[in-house]
Nanobody, 127 residues
Framework: QVQLVESGGGLVQPGGSLRLSCAVS????????IGWFRQAPGTEREGVSC????????????SVKGRFTTSISIARDNAKFTVYLQMNSLKPEDTGVYYC????????????????WGQGTQVTVSS
């Protein structure tokens, strides 16, 4: 069973940066996508980015393009890896609980339609 553990959230001023980490283990056969998602109070969870391990493609929602970057670090045994979300030029509207998720592909990431989730990490952008 896949396990996803997020870390790196916190309080940051507008214009600042944060890097989130998602430690992944037990990645199922046939799963190739790791996504980052966020949920603000009173809103639905939305996709922020998706990285496909099948071809290395990365996808971003329009509001974060040019500010957020997803990358991956794979352990030597290839059984575990860490996915990062580097967030620059943060805005108050980026505030929310950030989750990473796993799924066979990236097609459903914008709508938050993924099968497995971590517990989330809080990001607050405020002066």
């Amino acid at each position: 069973q896949v396990q996803l553990v997020e870390s790196g959230g916190g309080l940051v001023q507008p214009g600042g940066s944060l890097r989130l980490s998602c430690a992944v283990s037990g990645f199922p056969s046939g799963y190739y996508a790791i996504g980052w998602f966020r949920q603000a109070p009173g809103t639905e969870r939305e996709g922020v980015s998706c990285l496909s391990r099948s071809d290395g493609s990365t996808y971003y929602r329009n509001s974060v393009k040019g500010r957020f970057t997803t990358s991956i670090s794979i352990a030597r045994d290839n059984a575990k890896f860490t996915v990062y979300l580097q967030m620059n030029s943060l805005k108050p509207e980026d505030t929310g609980v950030y989750y990473c998720g796993a799924d066979p592909g990236c097609s459903g990431y914008l709508m938050g339609d993924f099968g497995s989730w971590g517990q989330g990490t809080q990001v607050t952008v405020s002066s």
